[in-house]
């Protein structure tokens, strides 16, 4: 599977960005998929996780209640909705493979994407 993650781009703190991972492959509803960020100077952590349906989702403690993880079998992608965004959300946020839900780490990554929030 390949993928590709777009949507990033320059905000104000309190904005907020949707961005888009499209996958190329086949059985792309077989994945749970996964959403990562890399700060400048910091290593990649995980972000969220879906599972095949999308009917359950996992989110790291510091996402609380602003991010929210979907996705669309059919458009063979999945989505991260970012609210209220402050400038420490400014990473290049990463799509992933996961080797199944509830795990945090990712096997087959894509090109990421940045996202700069402004004070």
């Known amino acids: 599977v390949q993928l590709q993650a777009y949507g990033g781009g320059l905000v104000q703190a309190g904005g907020s960005l949707r961005l888009s991972c499209a996958a190329s492959?086949?059985?792309?509803?077989?994945?749970?998929m996964g959403w990562f960020r890399q700060a400048p100077g910091k290593e990649r952590e995980f972000v969220s996780g879906?599972?095949?349906?999308?009917?359950?989702?996992d989110y790291a403690d510091f996402v609380k209640v602003r991010f929210t993880i979907s996705r669309d079998n059919v458009k063979n992608t999945i989505y991260l909705q970012i609210n209220s965004l402050q400038p420490e959300d400014t990473a290049v946020y990463y799509c992933s493979t996961l080797p199944g839900f509830g795990y945090r780490k990712g096997n087959y990554w894509g090109k990421g994407t940045l996202v700069t929030v402004s004070s």
């Open positions: 492959g086949r059985s792309f509803s077989s994945y749970v």
């Open positions: 879906i599972d095949w349906t999308g009917g359950m989702s």
